[in-house]
């Protein structure tokens, strides 16, 4: 059996009793990094033997753990925080477990996509998630741009070392549509900063952030808050 464990984003305390169950039962923990994940599971006081889990040796690694898998080994994967396969290994491996006929579930748990879009407000009925925007400007413009006429609520990661440039960008695209940077969540320091891009541009520009970042845009779709709205 397959278990695709969705381990904390930040506060340890997030995980639940299935996914501790899951991987105490493992016969062996696919890691995303070994290093990260061995201090995890030392809090919980989890011994297991673990093999890492990347992007760089994915490829090799499923169709070794696949043959595990077929002969009945209990193998569950995780990654460095959040939900396997959401921006992070697991997809690769459970496409190979429906191929070959493997059981498998996945656990519900921690998701810094769906912590970060209902934090920031906007509306949460239907979204659109694309990932970490491009690094490349021309990538990053085009994904913004495509963004800005969608009328659901679009949700992107974003490194801290980026976070500026592409600020710079939004503010002639969403002029004065509102956006949401969220950082650090569940974490000591979590903040939820809402206003424009041109607002949100001057308060990073002035306090370079730090951490992990969700970037939510909210969608043309979007009803503003009143008063009269809240009563």
């Given amino acids: 059996m397959l278990t695709l464990v969705p381990t904390p984003i930040g506060n340890l305390g997030d995980i639940t009793l299935r996914a501790l169950e899951a991987l105490k039962n493992a016969d062996v923990i696919a890691c995303e990094d070994t290093r990260h994940s061995l201090n995890l599971l030392r809090h919980f006081s989890i011994e297991k033997p673990l ?11 499923t169709a070794e753990l696949i043959e595990q898998l077929a002969a009945g080994k209990n193998v569950a994967i995780i990654t460095d925080a959040g939900m396997p396969g959401i921006s992070d290994p697991g997809h690769r491996l459970l496409r190979a477990c429906q191929q070959r006929g ?46 800005a006429e969608r009328a659901e609520t679009s949700v992107f ?16 695209i969403f002029a004065e549509r509102q956006i949401c940077v969220a950082r650090e969540l569940t974490k000591t320091f979590e903040e939820y900063r809402r206003g424009t891009a041109a607002e949100l541009l001057a308060h990073f520009t002035e306090r370079p952030p730090k951490g992990e970042i969700v970037l939510i845009f909210s969608g043309t779709d979007e009803r503003p808050v009143t008063a009269a709205a809240l009563k």
């Fill in 51 to 61: 093999v890492s889990y990347h992007e760089h040796n994915e490829a090799r690694r």
């Fill in 102 to 147: 493997v059981p498998y579930t996945v656990l519900p748990g921690a998701s810094a996509v769906l912590t970060g879009l209902i934090g920031s407000g906007f509306e949460a009925g239907a979204f659109f998630y694309g990932g970490f925007l491009p690094v490349k400007s021309g990538g990053r413009e085009r994904d913004l741009r495509i963004a």
């Fill in 157 to 172: 990661f974003e490194s801290p070392h980026r976070l500026v440039k592409t600020l710079t960008a939004a503010v002639p």
